[in-house]
C-alpha cells in the first residue's frame, strides 16, 4: 500500500488516553461548583464530541458554562498529568513523518489543551499542526476542525483517523477516507454502525493499514 500525503489524527482516545484526566477534572469542576454531577456525564461515553455539546442534555446550559469555567482551569493546571499516548501509537506517527507523510491533529478539544496534551507527550515536534476548536467554538463540528486542518497543511490528499462516529462524518463531509481507531472510546459497534470500512484494532493494525513499517518491538506489542 502507497503511503498517503497527510493523514490527520484525532486526539483523545486515538493518538492518547486521556480518559482519567478529563472525567476526573470534570469531576473536581462538578464538586467545586456544589452539583452533584449525574453518572452520564463522568462516563467515558461522553468522551470524543466536545463537552459544551455533550454536557448540556444532561446539566443544562447554565450548569455547563460554570462547570467548564472551572474545569479549563484544573485541566491547564494539572489535566496533562495522567494522560498517555497509546502503546505504539506514538512510533506509527513518528515513522509517518520520518517517511515524508504530513501528520496533523484534527480534535474537538479546545486549542489551548490539544496543544498542551501534544507537548507534554512530546509529539510536538512531529504534527505539521495541531488544530482544536477556538474559545469562540468556531469549530463547533469535526468537519469543521478538519476543514482547518486541510487549509492549514495545504488541502492534500489525506486520511483521518479517528475512535468515534463524529470522526467518521468528519472525514465523510470532507470525501477523505476514514481508518477507526478500535482501541478509542468509541462503543460497541459504533464506528461500523457509522459507515467505517476499515477499523484497526491496535498500532501494528494502523500500521499496516497506512503502509508503515513498524519496528519489531512495534509489532510484537
Not at 47 to 70: C, E, K, N, Q, R
Not at 72 to 79: F, K, M, P, S, V
Not at 182 to 193: D, H, I, K, R
Request: negative net charge.
Amino acid at each position: 500500500m502507497h503511503l498517503p500525503d497527510a493523514v490527520l489524527f484525532d486526539l483523545d482516545g486515538t493518538v492518547v488516553d486521556s480518559a482519567d484526566s478529563i472525567l476526573g477534572c470534570l469531576a473536581e469542576a462538578f464538586a467545586e461548583i456544589g452539583v452533584v454531577a449525574p453518572a452520564a456525564a463522568l462516563d467515558r461515553g461522553i468522551l470524543g464530541p466536545p463537552l459544551s455539546t455533550a454536557l448540556p442534555p444532561l446539566v443544562g446550559d447554565d450548569v455547563t458554562a460554570a462547570v467548564l469555567s472551572v474545569y479549563r482551569t484544573l485541566y491547564a493546571d494539572h489535566g496533562a498529568e495522567a494522560v498517555r499516548v497509546f502503546p505504539g501509537v506514538d512510533e506509527v506517527v513518528r515513522r509517518l513523518h520520518a517517511a515524508g507523510v504530513v501528520v496533523a491533529v484534527a480534535t474537538s478539544k479546545s486549542q489551548v489543551n490539544a496543544d498542551l496534551i501534544v507537548a507534554h507527550v512530546g509529539l510536538d515536534d512531529v504534527f505539521a499542526t495541531v488544530c482544536g476548536d477556538t474559545p469562540e467554538h468556531a469549530r463547533p463540528t469535526k468537519a469543521h476542525v478538519i476543514a482547518e486542518v486541510l487549509r492549514r497543511i495545504g488541502n492534500p490528499s489525506a486520511m483521518m483517523v479517528g475512535d468515534r462516529h463524529l470522526d467518521v462524518v468528519g472525514a465523510r463531509v470532507h470525501g477523505i477516507p476514514f481508518v477507526g481507531a478500535g482501541w478509542g472510546y468509541g462503543l460497541p459497534g459504533e464506528l461500523l454502525a457509522a459507515g467505517a470500512e476499515v477499523i484497526c484494532a491496535d498500532a501494528a493494525a494502523l500500521a499496516v493499514a497506512l503502509g508503515v513499517e513498524m519496528g519489531t518491538a512495534a509489532q510484537a506489542r
